[in-house]
């Protein structure tokens, strides 16, 4: 064994610290720095730090956890992108050669997300029409990503003067483009702070309102940025139909 085998780790082995189930895809996982202590230490003793793995969805459900110990106490712990690390990314225009990470990161995001308010099916079936990432945004300059510390494309979100469906323009209506955060990213504000960025743009470009085609799941997400819903609308994905939400907004605050 070398030792880079020493920094590979396998998920599989692992259980979910919070739901208790398997984990069995890595890429919906987070390790977990647990730091905790048995009651009967904890007067006495500096607390122990450990890790442990969770689902991505668990840890954003902020469940409290079945400890493997009866009585602890837990004094927190840090998921390995945490919050300030997560702000500190820088937003950069995507270019033409980010696409395969881009489209990497959009299947893992979606993935996820889509799962909470969508069947498995309907997920499977349009997964790979929705990870997909039309070239001409790479080409707009108003398409962005946010990427790590080694350059892996972590966010990517944008705005368009054209619909993204008919590629009609509409004077004074910008459209949201192909919003997602990696699950081991997501929580900690990068959504809100790739559409801080897209709206002052689209105000500087003198449109009047922004919409949005959201999925069921990011309906809340998009709420809570000032979107209403303006009606239900079902995509056509190729033949395969996503209930989605038109959401829209003013470009400034009411
Ligand atoms: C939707 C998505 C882009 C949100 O990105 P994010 O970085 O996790 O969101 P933020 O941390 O910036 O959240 C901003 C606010 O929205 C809330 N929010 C985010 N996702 C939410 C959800 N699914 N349900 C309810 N509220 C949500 C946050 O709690 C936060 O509120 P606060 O500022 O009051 O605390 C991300 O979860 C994602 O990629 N989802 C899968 C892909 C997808 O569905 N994209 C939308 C395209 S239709």
Known sequence: MTDDDDDIVDAHEFHCVFCGVAIEDE???????????????????????????????CLEKGWKGQWPWEEHILYGFEAGADKE???SLEIS????????????????AFAEGLRRSYGTDLVDAVLPTISKINPKL???GTFY??????GQVVAS???????????????GVAHIRHFAVHPDFSGFGLGRKLFRHCRSLIANAGAREIRCLSG???????????????????????????????????????
């Open 85 to 87: 690390y997560a702000q």
């Open 216 to 254: 069921l799941n990011a309906e809340a997400f998009y709420a809570k940025l000032g979107f209403e819903r303006a009606g239900a609308v079902d995509i056509d994905l190729g033949g395969v139909f996503l209930p989605s939400v038109d959401m829209r907004r003013p470009v400034k605050d009411s």
């Open 138 to 140: 790479l080409t707009s």
């Open 27 to 57: 890429s919906s996982a987070v390790m977990l720095t647990a730091t905790w202590m048995p009651h009967w230490r904890a007067d006495k003793f500096a607390p122990l730090a450990q890790d442990f793995w969770a689902h991505s969805a």
């Open 93 to 108: 225009v995507a270019r033409p050669e980010d696409r395969e990470e881009i489209e990497d990161m959009l299947e893992t």
């Open 145 to 150: 990503v946010l990427a790590d510390m080694d």
């Open 157 to 171: 979100g944008g705005w368009t003067l054209d619909d993204p469906v008919t590629g009609e323009v509409i004077e």
